[in-house]
T-cell receptor, first 115, second 112 residues
Framework: KAGVTQTPRYLIKTRGQQVTLSCSPI?????VSWYQQTPGQGLQFLFE???????NKGNFPGRFSGRQFSNSRSEMNVSTLELGDSALYLC??????????????FGEGSRLTVL | GEDVEQSLFLSVREGDSSVINCTYT??????LYWYKQEPGAGLQLLTY?????DMKQDQRLTVLLNKKDKHLSLRIADTQTGDSAIYFC????????????FGTGTRLKVLA
């Protein structure tokens, strides 16, 4: 069974640009969550999608957005990039239902550097 | 409010036991988790404990949960250099929203 795949793995952008990150969940998983990881803040929850609907949202500005497609693949977008957006962006998938322990399966992340 | 706190660093000698601590604030948490992140990789689930349990043992790992104090700990017996990583505790509530709150992570360094 293939794991969670995130693309691109590394990218460099400049302030003011926008970026789109992609995540393909484990086959059969319908929930995709996004997290921002920085050395000082740890893992911060961005949002969670289930069956194309945003089910949960963290405390991030509107510049951070996401969507989920009918095949459960998800994208997140950050517009008007700021230096502070430099981070590792992690995607996690799960079945998203209450019949399991709720284990999250993480991808290796997309490391964004904003110059 | 929601907050999960961990100490940032822990250093132990190979063969010793490691104890990583975590405190959380949401008393409605259903599951509590320990995830491990090795350099350059995503997080991987190590173990979890249901909120109505006090202890769970899984090979070298022992999880202790004190619901009264909202304290969770992970003990790694016979710590090896391969255990060097960042360890995150996390809580979730099965309230239909499946929101997970992660701690800041504890960087464990095992000295040979």
């Amino acid at each position: 069974k293939a794991g969670v795949t995130q693309t691109p793995r590394y990218l460099i952008k400049t302030r003011g640009q926008q970026v789109t990150l992609s995540c393909s969940p484990i086959s059969g998983h319908r929930s995709v969550s996004w997290y921002q990881q920085t050395p000082g803040q740890g893992l911060q929850f961005l949002f969670e999608y289930f069956s194309e609907t945003q089910r949960n949202k963290g405390n991030f500005p509107g510049r951070f957005s996401g969507r989920q497609f009918s095949n459960s693949r998800s994208e997140m977008n950050v517009s008007t990039l700021e230096l502070g957006d430099s981070a590792l962006y992690l995607c996690a998938s799960s079945s998203g239902t209450s019949v399991n322990t709720g284990e999250l399966f993480f991808g290796e992340g997309s490391r964004l550097t904003v110059l | 409010g929601e907050d999960v706190e961990q100490s940032l660093f822990l250093s132990v000698r190979e063969g010793d036991s490691s104890v990583i601590n975590c405190t959380y604030t949401d008393s409605s948490s259903t599951y509590l988790y320990w995830y491990k992140q090795e350099p350059g990789a995503g997080l991987q689930l190590l173990t979890y404990i249901f909120s109505n349990m006090d202890m769970k043992q899984d090979q070298r790992l022992t999880v202790l949960l004190n619901k009264k104090d909202k304290h969770l700990s992970l003990r790694i017996a016979d710590t090896q250099t391969g255990d060097s990583a960042i360890y995150f505790c996390a809580e979730s509530t099965a309230s239909g929203t499946y929101k997970y709150i992660f701690g800041t992570g504890t960087r464990l360094k095992v000295l040979a």
